[in-house]
T-cell receptor
Framework: DVKVTQSSRYLVKRTGEKVFLECVQDMDHENMFWYRQDPGLGLRLIYFSYDVKMKEKGDIPEGYSVSREKKERFSLILESASTNQTSMYLC??????????????FGEGSRLTVL | AQSVTQPDIHITVSEGASLELRCNYSYGATPYLFWYVQSPGQGLQLLLKYFSGDTLVQGIKGFEAEFKRSQSSFNLRKPSVHWSDAAEYFCAVGAGNQFYFGTGTSLTVIP
């Protein structure tokens, strides 16, 4: 069965802390994505990656960075967390044919609270 | 620019009643269209997708959607809603190398 696993379902961090959100997929997908979900705003793309060591900015990259050292793993990094980064973070992956024709497979989400 | 509009933020229906969730998109080329469902505290699950061909597509859990090019719409329907259908529903467009999502419609089902 297809699986995207996000390491932490719930995190509570303090302002200024460095935060790592990890995502692993077992489908050998080339493409991986990080979205942020907020009420009334839907899903907004933070970063995406088409291959190992490659990354592209999405719509709201400010305050975030990513790392893709292995094909199956895509990490989202908040260098210095702020309260306005309190949100639900969703990781997703897709196959190359799924760039715009296939589907995204989502993890269960990581709910981050920054105090 | 690509965009997806879900005009209904929240819908309440009685169990057994029919359902239609609206989705309008803006995209210059032939769109690739998706409906996803999100149960509370969970990630998103694909309900159905449209790439080409028959404009009426069937999905999981008894859902269907109809692509209407003239109206730039891809509305989701279900003839008889079950209490377990209560969730948030997202319409999405695949454009270029990205996916664009609507803001979602929250569905409440009354017993």
């Amino acid at each position: 069965d297809v699986k995207v696993t996000q390491s932490s379902r719930y995190l509570v961090k303090r302002t200024g802390e460095k935060v790592f959100l990890e995502c692993v997929q077992d489908m050998d997908h080339e493409n991986m994505f990080w979205y942020r979900q907020d009420p009334g705003l839907g899903l907004r793309l933070i970063y995406f990656s088409y291959d190992v060591k490659m990354k592209e900015k999405g719509d709201i990259p400010e305050g975030y960075s990513v790392s893709r050292e292995k094909k199956e793993r895509f990490s989202l990094i908040l260098e210095s967390a702020s309260t306005n980064q309190t949100s639900m973070y969703l990781c997703a992956s897709s196959s190359p044919r799924g760039l715009n024709t296939g589907e995204l497979f989502f993890g269960e989400g990581s709910r981050l609270t920054v105090l | 620019a690509q965009s997806v509009t879900q005009p209904d933020i929240h819908i309440t229906v009685s169990e057994g009643a029919s359902l239609e969730l609206r989705c309008n998109y803006s995209y210059g080329a032939t769109p690739y269209l998706f409906w996803y469902v999100q149960s509370p505290g969970q990630g998103l699950q694909l309900l159905l997708k449209y790439f080409s061909g028959d404009t009426l597509v069937q999905g999981i859990k008894g859902f269907e959607a109809e692509f209407k090019r003239s109206q730039s719409s891809f509305n989701l329907r279900k003839p008889s809603v079950h209490w377990s259908d209560a969730a948030e529903y997202f319409c999405a467009v695949g454009a270029g190398n990205q996916f664009y999502f609507g803001t979602g419609t929250s569905l409440t089902v009354i017993p």
